[in-house]
């Protein structure tokens, strides 16, 4: 096992400040929304970077880029890593970034020390991990696992109509969405490096964290139909308003998702449409967006039971119809025991102290964990802010964790 390596932290730094200014925001903000010319630009800099570093490309139809290290032996299952590069509007340049280019900087680390792969190691830029264009996250590590295929992806329309399809070949691509899912023996293993977006390592004074378990959500939409009406002639009596009955609903995720006994049970109202909108009609329509996620499958459906069933109740109380959608009901997963390992030794070789924890944000992992044993390294994150332009890690925290996650690599490719 390789005992001395070095992250060439000026290089690495270079390559993340220069792929922030690739935005359609102006910087420090980071704009790159999946298929925009943002984005277009973003994955031609990053193949050059492989091609630079004597890697092998490949891309499929939707997007996802594959840049390979061939090993000693290319019939066994490759050692996979890597994120992804597109940005919500205003975000900030670490999240999925660092994942992707300290992935390419772990395997030049390990290329500049002599390392011989036996297994292969890819780096994988996942497309549309945001759900920005589609309303759907993950969409390229969705088609990866088979999750979802071919019909469910051209079902998906962005905010001015336009299908999946159009919008990959706007940028160039071409390829099928018949035949996205990777074999189940295509990785041996696959492991995300990503900055933590939460405040835990900072809290304890940790430098790393290795993810036990990915916390998965479920999305409702929930609609209350109403009656509308000017504010000053319906009396309160007569009143169907469609946004109480929403606003009882909202209160409801809070207090269910505190009451399931799991800590790692939470519950969100992140979105909340009124019609008309207009300070002197009465809401005849209510729509909530409701995410709802847990480390447990038991406990995270058990919240997502209680609020149906309270919506119906809220609904069957104020004689308003009500339709409720589940958007997406995703699996938790569990993180393989043999990479936690590995990630430990490369901690104890560096004299790193990390920390075991759980992802509450899911990530592509998530999806790659359905196929393939799976597992990530998490970066501390100042005050826990992401997706925000003030997101920051520091320099020798983002070094030190690709030194992790290459000397995770070469255990699992020897």
Excluded at 137 to 162: F, H, M, P, Q, V
Aim: net charge negative; glycine share 10%; proline share 5%.
């Amino acid at each position: 096992m390789i005992t001395a390596i070095n992250c060439n932290g000026e290089r690495l730094g270079a390559e993340l400040a220069h792929l922030a200014t690739i935005t359609e925001a102006t910087p420090p903000a980071v704009t790159r929304v999946v298929f925009s010319d943002a984005d277009l630009r973003a994955r031609n800099y990053f193949k050059d970077l492989c091609r630079k570093a004597g890697l092998s490309i490949r891309e499929d139809g939707i997007g996802n880029i594959f840049a390979r290290w061939q090993g000693s032996d290319p019939e066994s299952a490759a050692i996979g890593t890597g994120s992804h590069t597109d940005a919500i509007p205003n975000a900030g340049l670490y999240d999925g970034v660092v994942g992707v280019l300290g992935g390419l900087e772990a395997i030049r680390i390990l290329q500049e020390k002599g390392f011989k792969p036996r297994r292969s190691i890819e780096l994988l830029m996942f497309a549309t991990e945001e759900p920005t264009r589609f309303g759907v996250g993950c969409l390229g590590s969705r088609a990866l696992a088979g999750t979802y295929n071919e019909e469910k992806i051209l079902s998906l329309r962005d905010e001015e109509g336009n299908g999946a399809r159009d919008c990959a070949k706007r940028i160039g691509l071409s390829g099928e969405f018949n035949a996205l899912m990777l074999p189940e023996n295509y990785y041996g293993a696959f492991v995300e490096l990503h900055i933590e977006q939460g405040p835990l390592l900072e809290k304890v004074g940790l430098p790393i964290g290795i993810v036990t378990a990915i916390a998965a959500p479920a999305s409702l939409r929930v609609t209350f139909e109403g009656e509308g009406g000017h504010a000053g002639t319906v009396l309160m009596p007569d009143r169907k308003d469609a946004l109480l009955a929403g606003a009882e609903l909202a209160l409801a995720v809070d207090e269910i998702s505190r009451a399931t006994g799991s800590a790692d049970t939470v519950g969100t109202t992140g979105m909340l449409q009124v019609f008309p909108g207009a300070i002197n009609s009465i809401p005849s329509r209510c729509t909530l967006g409701i995410d709802i996620r847990d480390t447990q499958l038991e406990t995270r459906d058990l919240a997502v039971a209680g609020v149906k069933l309270t919506a119906q109740e809220i609904a069957a109380r104020r004689n308003l119809p009500i339709t409720i959608e589940t958007i997406n009901s995703d699996l938790p997963a569990t993180c393989d025991a043999r990479i936690i390992a590995a990630a430990e030794r490369a901690c104890e070789t560096l004299k790193l102290k990390p920390l075991k924890m759980v992802s509450r944000a899911y990530h592509d992992s998530l999806f790659m964990a359905r196929l393939f044993p799976t597992c990530m390294i998490f970066i501390p994150s100042r005050g826990g802010v992401s997706h925000r332009p003030d997101e920051y890690s520091s320099p020798e925290q983002i070094a030190r964790s690709v030194e992790v996650l290459a000397l995770t690599l070469a255990q699992l490719a020897e």
